[in-house]
């Protein structure tokens, strides 16, 4: 089996070439193996599945389906239906609101010492205290789906600042600058901080169709990090594509892929995906948007490019 280019990998990291996409195998890559997750001693963090079967136990989701009762975005619709927006997200609150150890990947990149643009699709604050602890500034950027007078706008933490800016996506790059800042956009929303009231979620299937829709129409990602992908290489850590969001959500990037997937060979931007037995399919997928996929354990990847740039892990 081919080894991903390790070397190619951090010199175009270290010279702020790559944007990273940190999806839910970054949040457990690092559980073992063998562990249960349990809600009211959490270790780590639960997977898409374990948290929606929390939720559809907790409000009696009318199923027995095993598939049904594991699909986070509809129980998550249900949870909302039968206690209300607020208590869904009080509950998922109280689920990603933990001090819970970053993992070689967060590591990974907190160690890196270009500025980065960073996108998550995770609810977790794992990156976040991974700068922190390494003692290294970053900005943040929420999409704002919790806030319905906000809904046109995402929430931009200037570092250090307690409390959020509301800025329209095409005015972001008035206020931020890529070359000189790394920033964290948390595409899906996230938990924020205790003593915060600024958590986001996208999490149910309404707020899937929103998030797609104002992303179709251009008024969901800010312009400014399309921008920033189109000559950068992309770099995918702890994405399934059979996960049909993820699948639309790349579709409608495409205008970032337009110098990975045309053009003169001299000339191609390479992209990367890391990714634990992916089956068939998905490495069919990744290859026809142009991503190379390597079967690996993603921490194992991120302490082996650790290894050898001879950093500290």
């Given at each position: ?14 010279a702020?070439?790559?944007v ?24 780590f ?24 009762r ?35 990947v ?19 604050t794992l ?48 206020h931020?600058?890529?070359?000189t800042a ?11 901080a205790?003593?915060?009231?600024w ?52 579709k ?6 337009s ?7 001299d ?9 634990s ?20 354990d ?12 001879g950093?500290?892990?």
């Amino acid at each position: 089996m081919a080894e991903p280019p390790y070397g190619v990998i951090w010199n175009r990291l270290k010279a702020g070439r790559v944007v990273p996409f940190l999806g839910a195998g970054a949040s457990v890559g690092h559980r073992p193996a063998d562990a249960a997750w349990r809600a009211q001693q959490p270790e780590f963090l639960p997977s898409g599945a374990e948290l929606a079967t929390l939720l559809a136990n907790e409000a009696r989701y009318p199923s027995n389906d095993d598939v049904d009762r594991r699909d986070l975005a509809k129980v998550s619709s249900y949870y909302g239906d039968v206690a209300g927006r607020r208590a869904l997200r009080e509950r998922l609150r109280d689920v990603f609101l933990h001090e819970f150890s970053p993992g070689p990947v967060h590591r990974l990149l907190a160690a890196v010492p270009h500025p980065l643009l960073i996108v998550a699709t995770n609810y977790d604050t794992l990156m976040e205290q991974a700068f922190r602890e390494a003692g290294r500034p970053y900005e943040l950027v929420i999409h704002s789906a919790d806030r319905k007078g906000l809904a046109g706008s995402v929430l931009w933490w200037p570092h250090g600042e307690p409390e959020p800016r509301p800025v329209e996506p095409s005015e972001l790059d008035r206020h931020i600058d890529l070359d000189t800042a790394t920033v964290l956009y948390k595409m899906h929303g996230s938990v924020v901080a205790k003593g915060s009231e600024w958590d986001n979620f996208v999490i149910t299937e309404e707020d899937y169709v929103d998030f797609l829709s104002r992303m179709s129409a251009n008024q969901a990602v800010p312009a400014m990090f399309y921008s920033h992908c189109r000559d950068r290489s992309l770099l995918f850590l702890g994405y399934s594509l059979r996960d049909w969001n993820l699948r639309v959500i790349l579709k409608n990037l495409n205008k970032a892929f337009s110098r990975h997937a045309t053009g003169d060979d001299d000339d191609r931007v390479p992209s990367w995906a890391i990714q634990s037995h992916p089956s068939e399919l998905e490495s069919r997928l990744w290859e026809k948007r142009n991503v190379t996929i390597f079967d690996l354990d993603i921490d194992a990847f991120a302490d082996k490019l650790l290894a050898e740039t001879g950093l500290p892990k």
